[in-house]
């Protein structure tokens, strides 16, 4: 998909959160802890890294803040990459990681570029992020943190 196909897909999901926002206001229900919740996996910050300098992406951004939006960024530290990110999911994992790099230490130089790339989004994005590291795989502690996360800031 191009650039602008990409954006017509990011405001098709607003548009479908909207209309849910929309419906439980009509019910008198839109405080925070009220409001609806929702998960959208490697949405705007990823395509705020595709797409940079894209005036469409902060449009978005402002879109989904009305929303009640928040961000979580999921990193793993340089020491945890291999093991974590490429290691840990099995051969067929591996093999699609590796199929654009020649060795394991270029392919979690990548990973950690692209990490980077992220958190300089995360910091330019109207949404507010909760950065977590990821290293022990604690997927309970992550989700505790991101629930009280979102409470703390709402």
Same mark, same amino acid.
């Given at each position: 998909m191009d650039k602008d196909e990409h954006i017509d897909l990011l405001n098709r999901h607003v548009d479908y959160l909207e209309l849910q926002y929309n419906w439980i206001d009509s019910l008198g229900h839109t405080k925070?802890?009220?409001?609806? #919740?929702? !998960?959208l996996?490697? #949405?705007? !910050?990823?395509h705020r890294a595709a797409f940079s300098n894209s005036s469409d992406i902060e449009v978005l951004e402002k879109r989904l803040l009305r929303l009640n939006a928040h961000c979580v960024l999921l990193t793993l530290s340089q020491d945890a990459v291999e093991s974590r990110y490429i290691e840990s999911r099995g051969d067929a994992w591996k093999s699609y990681v590796m199929n654009n790099h020649s060795t394991v230490t270029e392919a979690c130089q990548k990973f950690l570029e692209d990490q980077n790339q992220l958190r300089m989004c995360a910091k330019q994005s109207l949404i507010p992020t909760l950065e977590i590291?990821?290293?022990?795989?604690?997927?309970?502690?992550?989700?505790?943190?991101?629930?009280?996360?979102?409470?703390?800031?709402?």
């Open positions: 925070p802890s009220n409001g609806i #919740f929702y !998960l996996e490697r #949405f705007h !910050l990823n590291n990821t290293d022990e795989a604690d997927w309970n502690s992550y989700a505790k943190q991101i629930l009280m996360g979102i409470n703390d800031a709402t």
